[in-house]
């Protein structure tokens, strides 16, 4: 599959999802530069937009270094209101599977963006991908992040460890 046909841009009602490219860096970096957003994630805060826009630049081959993992990212655009944030898939290719992660800037919270955002991708996922098995990892402190992944049909698999507790989704036949 081509770069453009594994990342394509998708279309929610509010939201439209852009293929993340280092061109998306200028703009999101300073929705990025806010240390609330890193609280629960395993990433941490860019340092730069020149920093960001080289790891976008990696990500733009949309697989991992050797090849056996789809890195895909959308920047979410949300109409009439510029960029709000980002979400990912990690598809290891063959597994049927993808682990999700996804961040939404602090001026678009509890407005159902980031619900409606990861649900786009989780229909691509499926529908394109035949993903059948969704995955997320989330601190169990970061109530937003578990209320969204609720609203999707998640559940808990593993709370062996609470700053780490495992999600699980299996996508329902269209
Ligand atoms: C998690 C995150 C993406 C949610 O984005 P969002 O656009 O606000 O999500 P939504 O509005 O679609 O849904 C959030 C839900 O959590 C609820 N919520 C928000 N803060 C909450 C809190 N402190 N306690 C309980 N529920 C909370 C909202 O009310 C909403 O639920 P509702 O629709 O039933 O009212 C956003 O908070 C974020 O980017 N956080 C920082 C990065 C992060 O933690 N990413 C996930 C790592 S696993």
Redesign the pocket.
């Known amino acids: 599959m081509t770069e453009r046909a594994v990342c394509p841009t998708l279309h929610g009602v509010r939201l439209t999802l852009e293929p993340l490219t280092a061109g998306h860096a200028l703009a999101l970096f300073p929705l990025l530069a806010d240390s609330e ?1 890193w609280l ?2 395993d990433d941490r805060q860019p340092e730069s937009v020149e920093a960001l826009r080289e790891r976008y630049r990696r990500w733009e081959t949309r697989r991992s270094p050797d090849g056996r993992q789809l890195w895909l990212n959308w920047a979410v655009m949300v109409t009439g209101d510029g960029i709000g ?1 980002f979400v990912q898939a990690t598809v290891p290719i063959g597994t049927g599977t993808a682990e999700i ?4 800037a602090k001026r ?9 955002a990861v649900r786009v991708m989780l229909a691509f996922l499926q529908c394109t991908l035949r993903v059948e098995t969704v995955t ?3 601190d169990d402190r ?4 578990l ?2 992944l609720q ?1 999707l049909r998640f559940n808990v698999v593993d709370s062996a460890d609470t700053r780490n507790l495992k999600l699980k989704s299996t996508l329902e036949t269209p």
């Open positions: 957003l629960y994630a944030g992660a996804y961040v939404i678009f919270w509890s407005l159902g963006l980031g619900t409606e997320a990892t989330v970061n109530a937003a992040s209320r969204l609203k």
